[in-house]
């Protein structure tokens, strides 16, 4: 990973904090589990029933793989930290742009922990889920990356995503989020490890 960062370097400005980043993620790795994963699993991929509060349909599962299952749980919950895009008049609101900012009580979406306990219990994993910082933390690095790598593109005149040209200013951004994670990870560690 790293020597990809430093080919990206060479067309964009750096990942901030990346070596930490990578330091850190390596030295708290949980243990691994395996399952099929969709590798995409986000709101804007899924279809809702246009009358009952449920899920009928997956999207873009060209991506799916076997990985750790709580990779698609933390990609789904993502969408916590994006803001909302506010509708324009007489539209409703589009939640798959982003849950930063909106009024869930009522709406029907559960909030982040609600979701993460509900998961949890339909799977039979431990909750709270101890290692939770880090696969969000990690979720965060692995879009600095990505959108590193579209920066790059687009400094190079080869970048086909409308949203290229924007890439570099994000970056940044998702960088703190990830870091964020990382701490509250590692204050929730020295909590746990001060209880025993």
């Not at 009522?106 to 994993?125: F, K």
């Not at 709270?128 to 005149?157: E, M, N, T």
């Not at 290229?164 to 990870?185: F, H, Y």
Request: charged share 20%; hydrophobic share 45%; glycine share 8%.
């Amino acid at each position: 990973m790293g020597k990809v960062h430093a080919l990206q370097c060479k067309h964009t400005a750096p990942i901030p904090g990346f070596d930490f980043m990578m330091k850190w993620l390596s030295q708290r790795m949980p243990p691994d589990a395996s399952a099929i994963v969709h590798g995409d699993f986000k709101l804007d991929n899924l279809i809702f029933h246009p009358s009952e509060p449920r899920v009928i349909a997956v999207l873009d599962w060209e991506m799916s793989t076997i990985g750790h299952p709580m990779a698609d749980v933390a990609n789904l919950a993502g969408a916590y930290y994006m803001p909302r895009v506010e509708p324009s008049s007489g539209k409703k609101a589009n939640f798959s742009q982003g849950l930063l900012g909106a009024e869930l009580e009522g709406s029907g979406v559960p909030t982040e922990a609600e979701l993460l306990a509900h998961y949890c219990r339909l799977v039979g994993r431990p909750y709270p889920d101890s290692h939770w910082s880090f696969y969000l933390a990690f979720l965060f690095f692995k879009l600095c990356v990505i959108l590193h790598g579209i920066a790059a593109r687009s400094a190079q005149g080869i970048a086909s995503s409308a949203m290229a040209g924007r890439a570099q200013s994000m970056v940044p951004v998702v960088a703190s989020v990830a870091r964020m994670k990382m701490e509250e990870g590692d204050d929730a560690g020295l909590e746990a490890r001060s209880r025993l």
